[in-house]
């Protein structure tokens, strides 16, 4: 059964350094998602990519986060510089994209910012 | 804006049936779902169900919406220790748009 691959699972950082993460999204997904899940919090976007286009970056900040997705495949988040806040878990989703699609999660990235 | 609300916390005993709620604010919202989320994992799609629909049934799970009263819920049937976990409710208002979460019930299954 196809996937979304995450990397790193695990990150440990002190502030003020730079982090990324990469994700897969499952073949033939055209959308791919970012979010944020705070410990004890339901996740919250930060990012939506529809093939390369970013599609809504409102809840992203923009100050210190940047995400890409150059070939509309694979997508890496950036953090520079890490505050103590980031910490929690980063997902990404997929979708196929139209009516009624549903959107398939990673297994996520933890990060620990001390 | 829109808002997610469920119960933060429900314990059962194994072999009992789970039910775990969840209201939405957004009488446009057109698909709803249920994510479980076991520790330190990413999410795993349980079951959906559009807003054309009143009842989805799957194997032991059985999704009921309340279009009136914006109320959503999902029962598990012959709850098992397996089943504990972390669920979420989460809606969007259209195809191609983000997910909008609940905080999350975590379900407490003691045998």
């Known amino acids: 059964e196809a996937e979304v691959a995450q990397s790193p699972r695990y990150k440990i950082t002190e502030k003020s350094q730079a982090v990324a993460f990469w994700c897969d999204p499952i073949s033939g997904h ?19 990519f529809q093939d390369e286009s970013v599609v809504d970056d409102s809840q992203l900040p923009k100050d210190r986060f940047s995400a890409e997705r150059l070939k509309g495949v694979d997508s890496t988040l950036k953090i520079q510089p890490a505050e103590l806040g980031d ?17 398939y999660f990673g297994p996520g990235t933890r990060l620990l910012v001390l | 804006g829109e808002d997610v609300e469920q119960s933060l916390f429900l314990s ?6 789970s039910v775990i709620n969840c209201t939405y ?3 446009s919202s057109t698909y709803l779902y249920w994510y479980k989320q076991e520790p330190g994992a990413g999410l795993q799609l349980l079951t959906y169900i559009f807003s054309n629909m009143d009842m989805k049934q799957d194997q032991r799970l059985t999704v009921l919406l309340n279009k009136k009263d914006k ?15 972390i669920y979420f409710c989460a809606e969007k ?16 299954v003691s045998s």
């Open chain 2, 12 to 17: 059962v005993r194994e072999g009992d049936s």
């Open chain 2, 71 to 85: 109320h959503l819920s999902l029962r598990i049937a012959d709850t098992q220790t397996g089943d504990s976990a």
């Open chain 1, 30 to 48: 055209a959308t791919l998602y970012w979010y944020r899940q705070i410990l004890g919090q339901g996740p919250e976007l930060l990012v939506q």
């Open chain 1, 87 to 103: 910490s929690a878990m980063y997902l990404c989703a997929s979708s196929l994209g139209g009516a009624g699609e549903t959107q």
């Open chain 2, 25 to 27: 604010t957004d009488s």
């Open chain 2, 93 to 108: 208002e259209q195809a191609g748009t983000a997910l909008i979460f609940g905080k999350g019930t975590t379900l407490s």
